[in-house]
C-alpha cells in the first residue's frame, strides 16, 4: 500500500515505520472477525486511508497510534458484520471462511497480478482453525467483536467497551456467552500427530474408491459442508451422515478421476487441497474427534482461493 505525503506540509509522516508495523497486526484481527482474507485487507487498507486523511497535528495529537488503529479496524468490521448476514442471504449455496495455508506455503501471486506481502500473511493459531472460524459466524457481531478482542488479542473489557460502544460489563458478557458456544462445540482435543493420520487415511481411502475405508473414517453423524459461492460447481446444501459424505465423495472421484490429492495445512490443521492440472480447485479442511472425522468443509469458490494458487 502506498503512503502519499501530505501536500503542502513539507514534513515528514509521523511515525511511518511504526504505523506500518501494525499492518500484520490489523490484519490477523480483521480475519478471525471477517472470515475473510480480501475483506480483511480491504477494512486494513480503509484503515490506513483514514489516517492517512488526517491532518498532520492531529496524528500528533493521538497518544496510541496502534490503539487508534486497532479501534478503526475494528468499528469497521463491526459494521461489516452487521450487513454480512443480509449479504449472505443472497449468497449463492454455503457460506464458508476463506482457508489459509501454512504461512511459508503462501503463494507470491494473486489472481489480479499483485504480490502477497508477508506483512498479509495470518499468524496461525488455535483461534484460527476452520471449526473455530465456523463458530464465530453463528454470533452476534457484537459477541464476536468483544470475545476476539478479549480472548485472543488481550484487550481489556474497558478498551473493548470503547471500541464496541457498550459498558464494560456488557462486554465481558459478550465474550462469556461467546466463550460458552465456543465450548459447546468443541470435541477433546485430538493431538496434531493423529489428526494427520486420519486424513492421510481418508485421502488413500478415497483416492482408493473404498467406501468401506472411508465410511469407517467418518462418524455416522457426520457432515460435509461446500462452498462454490455460485462460481464452480458445488453441493447447495450440507451433506449429513457418514454413509451419503462417502457416496458423495466416491461419486466425486468418479466424475473428476484427473484429480490430485494433496496434504497441506489448513488454518493450523491437517487438510487436504485437490488439483487439477496443477491449478487448486479445492481446499478442504476437517475437524477430527475420537479417531473419527466429524466435519469436512471444502472451498471451491475460485475466489477465496487466492493464496493457494500455483500457476
Request: net charge negative; charged share 25%.
Amino acid at each position: 500500500m502506498t503512503t502519499p505525503s501530505e501536500p503542502g506540509h513539507g514534513r515528514p509522516e509521523p511515525d511511518l515505520s511504526a504505523i506500518m508495523s501494525e499492518r500484520r497486526q490489523l490484519i490477523n484481527l480483521a480475519y478471525r472477525l471477517l472470515g475473510s482474507l480480501a475483506e480483511a485487507e480491504d477494512v486494513v487498507q480503509e484503515t490506513y486511508a483514514r489516517w492517512y486523511a488526517m491532518p498532520g497535528q492531529r496524528q500528533d495529537a493521538i497518544q496510541s497510534p496502534r490503539a487508534w488503529l486497532t479501534t478503526v479496524a475494528s468499528r469497521i468490521c463491526l459494521d461489516l458484520l452487521g450487513s454480512a448476514r443480509a449479504r449472505r442471504e443472497t449468497y449463492v449455496g454455503e457460506w464458508i471462511p476463506e482457508p489459509l495455508p501454512e504461512p511459508a506455503e503462501w503463494t507470491t501471486g494473486r489472481p489480479d497480478g499483485t504480490t502477497v506481502d508477508p506483512a498479509d500473511r495470518v499468524t496461525l493459531d488455535e483461534s484460527i482453525s476452520m471449526a473455530f472460524l465456523v463458530v464465530l459466524e453463528s454470533m452476534t457481531p457484537a459477541e464476536r467483536v468483544s470475545f476476539i478482542l478479549h480472548d485472543v488479542f488481550r484487550y481489556s473489557f474497558a478498551e473493548v467497551a470503547e471500541i464496541v460502544g457498550r459498558a464494560p460489563t456488557a462486554c465481558r458478557q459478550l465474550a462469556s456467552s461467546a466463550r460458552r458456544r465456543i465450548r459447546a462445540s468443541q470435541a477433546p482435543a485430538t493431538p496434531t500427530a493423529q489428526q494427520a493420520g486420519i486424513v492421510r487415511d481418508f485421502k488413500q481411502a478415497w483416492e482408493a474408491k473404498d467406501i468401506s475405508a472411508l465410511i469407517g473414517l467418518l462418524d455416522p453423524d457426520a457432515t460435509t459442508i461446500a462452498d462454490g459461492g455460485g462460481l464452480v460447481t458445488a453441493a447447495l446444501h450440507p451433506i449429513h451422515g457418514g454413509q451419503q459424505v462417502a457416496r458423495t465423495l466416491i461419486d466425486i472421484a468418479d466424475r473428476a478421476p484427473d484429480l490430485t490429492i494433496l496434504e497441506r495445512t489448513v488454518n493450523g490443521r491437517p487438510g487436504l487441497v485437490a488439483q487439477q492440472d496443477g491449478v487448486t480447485v479445492t481446499v478442504m479442511a476437517f475437524d477430527v474427534a475420537a479417531n473419527q472425522i466429524r466435519h469436512i468443509w471444502a472451498v471451491r469458490n475460485p475466489e477465496k482461493l487466492g493464496p493457494w494458487r500455483t500457476d
